[in-house]
C-alpha cells in the first residue's frame, strides 16, 4: 500500500494571502457573536490587546504587499467606526465601545509603521552618486 506523500511548499505565501487571511480573521474576530458568559480574561485590557491585532496584523500585511496606504487608510478606518455599530446594534452580546474604537486606532497606526518596517528591504536603493555628480536628495 502506497502512502501520500506531505505537501512541501515551493516558496512562502505571498503577503497578499497572508493579508487576505489576516482580514479573514479580523472579520470572524469583530462580527462573531458573543456569549452570555462571557470569557474571563487574566489580563486586565486583554480585550484592547486583541483589538489593536485585529487591526495591525492586516493594515501591516496589506502595506506589505503592496496595497497603497490611500486604500488601505479609509478601509481600515471605516472597519473602525462600521464594526462598533454593528456591534451596538446587531451582534448578540457584543457592544460597540469607544475604547475598542481607540484600540483599533491603535492597531492602524502600529499597522501602518509594520507595514513600513516589513517592506524596507523591497524598497530600491538609491544608486551612489559618481565623483562630481550630485544626489537626487540635494
Known amino acids: 500500500m502506497k502512502t501520500a506523500s ?8 505571498s503577503p497578499l494571502f497572508l493579508a487576505l487571511l ?3 480573521g479580523q472579520f470572524v474576530g469583530l462580527y462573531s457573536p458573543g456569549s ?13 490587546i486583541v483589538h489593536v491585532v485585529l487591526f ?3 493594515v501591516a500585511l496589506l502595506r506589505w504587499a ?5 486604500v488601505v487608510l ?3 478606518l471605516a472597519q473602525v467606526v462600521v464594526s462598533e455599530v454593528v456591534q451596538a446594534r446587531w451582534i448578540p452580546y457584543r457592544a460597540g465601545e469607544l475604547a475598542d474604537a481607540l484600540a483599533d ?3 492602524i497606526g502600529l499597522g501602518v509603521l509594520g507595514g513600513w518596517w516589513l517592506g524596507r528591504d523591497q524598497r530600491p ?7 562630481g555628480q550630485r544626489s537626487s536628495r540635494s
Do not use: S
Request: no cysteine; hydrophobic share 45%; net charge positive.
Open 6 to 13: 506531505p505537501i512541501r511548499l515551493t516558496q512562502p505565501p
Open 22 to 24: 489576516a482580514v479573514a
Open 36 to 48: 452570555p458568559d462571557p470569557l474571563i480574561l487574566p489580563i486586565p485590557g486583554a480585550d484592547k
Open 56 to 58: 495591525a496584523v492586516p
Open 66 to 70: 503592496g496595497v497603497r496606504l490611500r
Open 74 to 76: 479609509p478601509l481600515a
Open 105 to 107: 486606532l491603535v492597531g
Open 125 to 131: 536603493a538609491e544608486p551612489t552618486p559618481r565623483v
